[in-house]
């Protein structure tokens, strides 16, 4: 965009959202980044009448470096734990402005789950009219793959590691949905970069709500998880099919939605795939008991959303034994 | 037209008048008069504003900043604890050189727990890169708050006025407030030249690596010091319509012969001025009113105490272990001189200890020592500690 | 109004916390303003909690005011509790030529502290309950005062009181500053302001 080119008006804007890229090729994500492809399917959802607010993480870091920036989008990034405050001026500002373009605010699971929950929780409770999308790595990937509450349990980080006392994250992954659905905002989701048009749908969805609307993206990455960089769209299908991703929505904290399960896979499908949980196979009992601990919370996910398929349905073709993938792997 | 107002009233009514589109509010004593009024205001339709009842104030510093580099001017108050807790904001505030205006109505940091006044809080974050304007009375509260908005705009720097907890904000004397019009004409509307806007995408915030951060950083340097400028030029211009000077950097009142001189920031001022008029020892003594602590008026001050045989300083903050704060920086500014004066370094009325008229004749006295106070706490009550302690 | 000079009255209102101390201190430094003298006024500052003891200032003066200190030469004390008068030292840097204002239904001559001070006593408590509903004794008091004082006109503090109230609520208050004004010798303490200076 150069000064002289004059400038563009709403309404010209959302006339080239459909072709709109807010997040540009040529960032310094690792390859395989699920993060990074989330943030593009989602920007390219939002369209161009938007502006961002950015919480440290990796996607701030590998998407700006001066004088470089990979958005196409108004961007801002202030610091850690204030990223939902941040988009809450924003927001009271344009309210103000009385102008439309919509708020969208970025944060990691660090930014959203631990560091920057009590601004993230300011921010629903006053309702203000942000979308925030939660890219969910599950540790804090930037600094270099340390646990955070959104890590799942048993899962090996940097901090906390397998070793003859541990199997892992002692603690159980943080149930932010739930906490998200305390809250009674408009809209809530769930989604991951394996569906990328169901992700779509609900970044609209939010887009489209008066009101705070919130989403976590399951978004793999390869260098913490320990799987190979082609492999993250594959294990985050095995997140879902788990049942351990439970994939839903709601409204004012009430499910009005899930995406049905066919063929469920057990979680070993799933975690074997990822050297974060390798130590989990190794010939030993407590090894053991956390894979059942583990397919015990993928079973209670399953029951409490009601995720079990209750009859075929002929556009759902995961169950379907005819369909032969290609590929490094069948899943 | 004066009329008899809380100090904090007042300052909501100067900040109400620079009409901010978006308000962040949090409660902490003694600043809460000052978003309680403004509150009332927007309740009852007097102010067209977003008032964001935060959670926190490290929210309070976040949300005027989102509003502020979304296009919309915006305005928090905070004291102590708060301001702290915002401390890693105010620095990402200042380093993106965004226009804000924050109250902070001065008073002590915990521990130990204190609510009354003195400058621990706004010393804290004298490194933050905002500008810093202290008030010596409420007036100067009033037509400083409304300075702040056009430095804050013309410089793209924030400014934070600070203005003694409790002895100001809670202290009701008359006030003049501006006419709508006469502040409109001053401030004209919000803009700033890197507002976010979808049709001209910027990022704000980015990663800078050592190939290009000392020059930011000079740039941020040199931007507060010649603000100087734009600190006087706004003192000038606001006089002009409204009629009242706040002393632009810093002013001096008292004998011009006078070889020794008292320096101070915020409300004590007008103690020592009444305490100087009434006194016995009519030893000549200057009192020089530091406004501006951030940019540091090097210059304007070394002219002030050039000539000078003995300068105390007189401050309400400490850095335990070092000492004077703003005698440091003094010192530091009148090593400059050939000749310098004596420096005294004094902290007063810590934790909100009252200043009374008496303490005048005591400074000119300790002002005769032989050797001055490298610092001391110039109203220790030694007897309340244990020896070891003294 | 004062005459001009460097007449500077201070005074020291003592009470408890939810009693309208300083309200009553406000109201005073905002009556000074209507009466065209310049009034300055502040609490001794804390946490805010019912019942507890606190203590507002007041200066009345014919010139601006700049000194910021606490009143510790008060020329008078209102107290709105006596019970203050019998704990704690509330009379500290009370001259001999001062003079005590006291919220109670008793004479003044029951009052110990009448030995050491001219002091009168008014029921400002049972007053305002009776004439406003709301047993709060700071708008009687400082109507007392005047009257006693003449440091500022009564129609000074009417004036004062419609900055803050209307309708009905400013009949009421209009008429408890009247009725406690004829409840006091007026001008009684007028000649201590007279020789008053700081």
């Known amino acids: 965009m150069t000064p002289d080119q004059p400038p563009l008006s709403t309404a010209e804007l959302r006339r080239h959202q459909p072709v709109f890229r807010g997040l540009e090729a040529g960032h310094r994500a690792c390859q395989g980044c699920g993060q990074a492809l989330a943030a593009r399917l989602v920007t390219e959802a939002i369209g161009p009448d938007a502006m961002i607010a950015n919480a440290t993480g990796c996607l701030e870091v590998f998407t700006t470096a001066w004088p470089q920036s990979a958005w196409r989008l108004p961007w801002i990034h202030s610091v850690f734990a204030n990223v939902a405050a941040v988009a809450s001026g924003m927001e009271a500002a344009l309210k103000a402005q009385k102008r439309r373009t919509k708020v969208v605010a970025f944060g990691g699971d660090g930014g959203t789950f631990d560091i920057g929950l009590q601004a993230l929780s300011g921010m629903l409770e006053r309702n203000h009219n942000v979308l925030y999308v939660c890219f969910d790595n599950e540790a804090y990937m930037n600094t270099g793959v340390q646990r955070s509450s959104s890590t799942p349990h048993a899962a090996a980080t940097t901090t906390s590691p397998a070793g003859r006392e541990r199997e892992g994250k002692r603690h159980l992954k943080k149930d932010l949905v739930t906490i998200i659905a305390a809250h009674r905002i408009p809209y809530s989701a769930t989604a991951t970069v394996a569906y990328p048009t169901d992700l779509r749908k609900k970044v609209r969805r939010g887009m489209q709500i008066e009101g705070a609307a919130f989403i976590v993206v399951h978004s793999p990455c390869p260098l913490g998880w320990g799987h190979e960089n082609a492999l993250g769209i594959e294990v985050a299908r095995l997140a879902v099919q788990t049942g351990l991703w439970p994939m839903i929505e709601l409204e004012r904290g009430e499910l009005v939605g899930a995406m049905e399960l066919r063929n469920i896979r057990p979680v070993t499908d799933y975690l074997r795939l990822q050297d974060r949980f390798k130590h989990l196979f190794a010939d030993d009992p407590r090894a053991r008991e956390e894979l059942e601990h583990l397919q015990e919370l993928a079973n209670h996910n399953i029951e409490v959303y009601r995720l079990r398929a209750e009859a075929p349905d002929r556009f759902d073709s995961e169950g379907m034994d005819t369909v032969i993938r290609g590929g490094l792997r069948t899943a | ?243 009242r000077s706040t002393g632009g950097l810093l002013s001096v009142e008292g004998p011009q012969e006078a070889r020794l001189a008292i320096l101070t920031i915020g409300s004590i001022l007008g103690t020592l001025a009444e305490a100087q008029a009434e006194s016995h020892d009519r030893t000549p003594a200057k009192l020089i009113k530091l406004r501006a602590f951030r940019p540091f008026p090097v210059d304007a001050l070394k002219q002030e105490c050039a000539g000078l045989d003995d300068l105390i300083v007189l401050e309400r903050a400490v850095s335990p272990g070092g000492g004077g704060i703003i005698a440091a920086e003094v010192r530091a500014a009148l090593s400059e001189l050939s000749r310098p004066p004596r420096v005294h370094s004094y902290a007063i009325g810590l934790g909100g200890r009252d200043v009374p008229m008496t303490v005048y004749p005591q400074l000119l006295a300790a002002a005769q020592a032989a050797t001055p106070s490298r610092f001391a706490v110039f109203d220790l009550q030694p007897a309340k500690l244990a020896e070891t302690d003294r | 109004m004062p005459t001009s000079g460097d007449k500077l009255i201070e005074i020291r209102i003592h009470g408890r916390g939810g009693q309208g101390n300083v309200v009553a201190a406000y109201l005073l430094a905002a009556a000074a303003f209507e009466d065209g003298s310049f009034g300055q006024a502040f609490p001794s500052f804390g946490p805010e909690r019912r019942g507890a003891p606190v203590t507002a200032f007041v200066r009345i003066a014919d010139h601006p005011v700049r000194r910021r200190c606490q009143v510790t030469t008060p020329s008078f004390l209102l ?120």
Request: with cysteine.
């Open chain 2, 1 to 243: 037209m004066a009329q008899p107002l809380e100090g904090s009233q007042a300052m909501a009514r100067a900040v109400a008048l620079c009409r901010p589109q978006v308000v962040a509010a949090y409660p902490i004593t003694p600043q809460t008069h000052i978003v309680e009024n403004l509150a009332k205001l927007i309740a009852d339709g007097a102010l067209a504003c977003e008032l964001v009842s935060v959670e926190s104030e490290f929210s309070a510093a976040s949300v005027a900043l989102g509003a502020a580099v979304a296009g919309s001017r915006a305005y928090t108050a905070t004291s102590s604890q708060g301001l702290l807790l915002m401390t890693e904001v105010l620095f990402n505030i200042a380093g993106l050189r965004v226009p804000l205006v924050l109250t902070c109505a001065n008073r002590a940091v915990g521990a130990p727990v204190s609510v009354w006044n003195d400058h621990q809080d706004s010393m804290a974050v004298r490194d933050a890169g905002w500008v810093q304007l202290y008030c010596a009375d409420n007036q100067e509260a009033v037509d400083t708050t409304i300075h702040a908005f056009r430095i804050a705009e013309r410089c793209e720097l924030p400014v934070m006025v600070c203005v003694d907890g409790f002895t100001l904000t809670h202290t009701l004397e008359p006030l003049e407030l501006p006419t709508q019009e006469q502040v409109d004409a001053f401030l004209g509307p919000y803009a700033f030249s890197r507002a976010l806007d979808p049709a001209n995408p910027l990022s704000m915030g980015t990663l800078l690596s050592p190939e290009f951060f000392p020059e930011i950083r000079h740039a941020h340097h040199r931007a507060l010091l010649n603000a100087q400028d734009e600190i006087i030029a706004t003192d000038r211009a606001w006089q002009n319509i409204s009629g």
């Open chain 3, 79 to 198: 107290v709105q509790d006596e019970a203050l008068l019998r704990t704690g030292d509330i009379t500290a840097g009370l001259g001999e030529k001062g003079a005590i204002l006291v919220n109670s239904s008793r004479p003044a001559e029951e009052l110990p502290a009448a030995r050491n001070f001219k002091l009168v006593t008014i029921p400002a408590t049972a007053l305002a309950q009776q004439m406003l509903g709301r047993p709060v004794p700071n708008t009687a008091l400082a109507a007392a005062f005047l009257a006693l004082t003449k440091l500022v006109s009564l129609s000074a503090l009417e004036a004062a009181l419609a900055q803050q109230f209307s309708g009905e609520t400013l009949d009421r208050n209009t008429r408890l500053v009247r009725e406690a004004a004829q409840m006091v010798p007026a001008g009684a303490w007028k000649e201590l302001c007279d020789g008053a200076a700081a």
